[in-house]
């Protein structure tokens, strides 16, 4: 059996609280069986398309309307919160953005029991009654599209409200008892910061829940499985579901939403999309529950001017190197966070009191930054852009992001994923903001 690497940091336990040694607690479920010849076939999006047309076919049910038609009681984990959030900032000329048509408060995190679930892993819904596929508030079938449907696991028809699986598991294994975190959006690490494992937190240190095992997605980053053992009170069993593997649950808990943004859009992106909201509550539980764990970021590694340097083949900064070139010589320290342990990534962003990178999941370390810490955001200019995303989960921390946009380079029909560059005069009006020079590197930096 495959273990994440889930060992104990190496901390005075004493002064920043144990980490849990979950390694020992884990339980990896077989992978889904499928004959080699239904897998190659599966792999055409237009075949999977197909043998969804044929497949049992699910109502599609929001959460709150299946409680009310289950009488079920929803435990309160977290009251609803404000969504207070700081204005948008731009180094240089910025851009008109229509305001996202959120709620004023985040809903309420609450903890919902159920009976005989159907879990599918890489995916959040939930199947109950047999034939109600349930999924949470925030979710729009009409308008927001899910990741399954983008892989073409899942079959939906909107406007009658109804889904498709498209290879379901013949024999489902079975649980007695567990909490369920899969989700499709697990496998990006801002997601997973902002919108599972804030949910796991909170649910964690519930201690009506302390006996309930953790059902996860299997497969993940190493550091998505260090920061759930950075993130939960104690050791207790954990589950791993594989992708399309099925399980079912005889009395499984469910946690609404502690964050969510749409990862697509039905059609085009109509005035006021959402640009995401997160529950400020649950995110600083996450983030202190980390924190406490860390050791203090003494004085003198203070002060560090941190560049976040992105791999990645969407959203690339065409001109990446020229704008490197210019943060070093004025004292910046350039990392890769995906090259990183996690401890490493939420270390250096402690540390840090300017902290410049394209838009990407790496950049979702935000969260672990200092009060007052200057962050810096490049960002393609696009209407569809969802530029309060960094800025709400920002708020959650108490920071302000200011953005630099770029001009879209060879859009391709990308949208808000295609190519940009930067404008180097704005790089350099940034460094002017904060009494820098490409020339003349920051003294003081350590």
Partial sequence: MNMPVLNAASTDESRYGSV???????CSLDPLAVGIFKRKLIRSKKIRRFLGLFSKRWSLLALSYFVRLEK???YVIIENQPIEGRNLMFVGSGV?????DEPEYFPPVVGIRMVSALVTGGSGLMGLNGDKLVHHDLFVPQQHAMMEEGDCRLLVQPGELVASWVAMDSAPAHLHSAAVFTDAVSVNYAHWLTEVLPR??????????DDVPLLLDAGLHANMYRSL???IPGVRPLYLLPKDRQVKIDD?????????????HKGAKQPGHSHGIFSSAAIKLMVDTINNRLPVVHEEKRGRLIYVRRNSSVRVLRNANEIE???IKAGFDVIEPERMSFDEQVGIFRSADVIVGATGAGMANLLFANEGCDIYILIAEHSDMPYYYWQRMADCVDLQISYLLGVQVDNLNRGVHAD??????RVHLMLDEMGLSASKPNETKV
């Fill in 20 to 26: 849990p040694d979950l390694s020992q607690s884990v």
């Fill in 72 to 74: 079920l009681v929803p």
């Fill in 96 to 100: 008109d953005v229509d305001m996202p």
């Fill in 200 to 209: 796991i937190t909170v649910f964690a240190h519930c201690d009506d829940f």
């Fill in 229 to 231: 053992a950075m993130s």
């Fill in 252 to 264: 499984a808990y469910f946690v609404s939403p502690a964050g969510y943004i749409p990862f697509g």
């Fill in 325 to 327: 070139t210019i943060l």
């Fill in 420 to 425: 940009f560059e930067v404008p180097i005069e």
